[in-house]
């Protein structure tokens, strides 16, 4: 499994190449076009959490 959330870019090389963020590099099975439809979705499904407000906005108060 990839961290959606570390993906810099993705290049079909031909095979599929993820770049992530911390430098490292991923060959995958899935061609590119999935590989960004899942990314994409996990951002949007991701979204649908509350993100709290107010405060100091730190995620640990309570």
């Given at each position: 499994?990839?961290?959606?959330?570390?993906?810099?870019?993705?290049?079909a090389?031909?095979?599929?190449?993820?770049?992530?963020?911390?430098?490292?590099?991923?060959?995958?099975?899935?061609?590119?076009?999935?590989?960004v439809?899942?990314?994409?979705?996990?951002?949007?499904?991701?979204?649908?959490?509350?993100?709290?407000?107010?405060?100091?906005?730190?995620?640990?108060?309570?």
């Open positions: 499994m990839v961290n959606a959330d570390l993906i810099e870019f993705v290049e090389t031909p095979d599929t190449l993820i770049s992530l963020t911390t430098g490292r590099k991923v060959m995958v099975l899935e061609e590119l076009d999935e590989v439809q899942r990314a994409v979705g996990y951002r949007n499904r991701a979204r649908i959490y509350p993100i709290p407000t107010g405060g100091t906005g730190s995620v640990f108060e309570g």
